[in-house]
């Protein structure tokens, strides 16, 4: 939809930083594998407080190479969240292993633990948590976990920019591969690309060589040690990664003051949940503004009496084990995760980018307390 028809849903910002710096990759000549590439690299460690990251394609590339490099293969499980984007659970498939799902905690709407460890079998070889809608998952009970049964953990941090823990650190920081990605509607944007965060300079060579069909530095244009994928990130899109990371913190910012003009707003309306407060130390990256509507309540018809008025809005997230392809693969059915379908059956997301003004944040909440209504 575009601005003229009403409030979409999400707005990249972009503007001249960007263009320059995509300018001077384009007169260089040097458009893949060339000195853009580390320098975002750079940018993002430290503002993450990471020891290494590699930049890649995408976040879904970023998972794959993650799952490889905690060693996940062949008949392997890999344990993670119903409530997520698909990506999460479909790279455990690229390598063979399955998907185990478990369900959620009703506030954080991230992985419960407690349910995350009943799953674990002999076959479990990693814990995949995500840090939905930029909230930070559990991870020092995940590591307890990973610690106690001698398993991997990759953190899925798509939606996680900004996020912090508890204890301080970045989402991202604690070493684990965690993967960030770079879609138009995340906190900063390549158009298409992603980030892979983390501690271990063994696992950064794997996926560095990985991302680039199986070469290691030293090797030659053609030469190949091991199987590799094209999962490379290119300069120009680099360029445009160290634009937006010189305006990341604002960008947080403007994101969460419209969150908070979100809170205000909506404050009062019967039978509606909005996402949780930080608890605990625990602070989340502005991501999405997902409410839960009342059980019982016509989302579709609330989802087109908004679009009557101008303002996007979208059922956000469905069920991963109740999509029709892990329905037909795997026979999922309703019943198995009962806080992830209970959420995702009443989660709508609202317009949600920096530069939202307050005003039209009032006029989606009259627009939705009316739908509501009804
Ligand atoms: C939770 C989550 N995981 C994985 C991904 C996949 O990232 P990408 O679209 O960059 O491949 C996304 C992005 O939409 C996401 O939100």
Redesign the pocket.
Known sequence: MSEEEGLPLAKPVVGVPEEQLVAEVLRSGHLSLGPRVIEFERLFAEFVGARFAAAVS??????HLALRAVGVGDGDEVITSPF??V??ANVALYERARPVFADIDPVTLNLDPAAAEAAITARTRALLP???FGYPADMPAFERIAARHGLGIVE?A??ALGAIHADGRAVGARGNPA?F???A??QITTG???MVTLGDPDMKARIDSERNQGRAPDMGWLDHDRLGFNYRLSDIACAIGIAQMARLKGLLKARALVAGYYRDALAGIEGLDLPCEDQGGNRRGW?VFVVQLQRGVDRDGIVRRLAELGIQSKPYLPAIHLMSFYRERFGRREGEFPVCEDVAARSLALPFYPGLGEGEVERVAEALRSACGR
Do not use: P
């Not at 995408?58 to 998972?63: C, D, F, I, N």
């Open positions: 995408s976040g879904t590339a970023g998972l997520s984007f990506a999460s995500v840090h939905i899925d798509c939606e993967v990605g770079f879609y509607n995340k298409e690309g992603g991501f």
